[in-house]
């Protein structure tokens, strides 16, 4: 199993920046690609971006260009920047792990993110 906490969630004005953090512990060896999910109240959950151990990314097309996913290794430590954040981002962040042999998810808790217009 992989461990995820998240931090770095809060409130900020449209057009501000957060930066998310999510750091791993347990079975990181057997990750094969991580991502950050978001959900807003009376939504279902889904895929803000993704990132492989190949460092190949991936976007929902609302974040493309706002939005950056990267990966430490060195720290177990995936991030989330976002800039030029809009109310429609305000949701809960949570952290994912997709791990092999076998394939299994693993989450976070989650981190609110409020976005204030």
């Known amino acids: 199993q992989v461990h995820l906490v998240e931090s770095g969630g809060g409130s900020v004005q449209a057009g501000g920046s957060l930066r998310l953090s999510c750091a791993a512990s347990?079975?990181?060896?057997?990750?094969?690609?991580m991502a950050w999910y978001r959900q807003a109240p009376g939504k279902q959950r889904e895929s803000v971006a993704t990132?492989?151990?190949?460092?190949?990314?991936n976007y929902a097309d609302s974040v493309k260009g706002r939005f950056t996913i990267s990966r430490d290794s060195a720290k177990n430590t995936l991030y989330l920047q976002m800039n030029s954040l809009k109310p429609d981002d305000t949701a809960v962040y949570y952290c994912n792990a997709v791990s092999v042999g076998p394939l299994r998810h693993d989450w976070g808790q989650g981190t609110q993110v409020t976005v204030i217009s």
């Open positions: 347990g079975r990181i060896f057997s990750i094969n690609a």
């Open positions: 990132i492989t151990n190949d460092g190949i990314t």
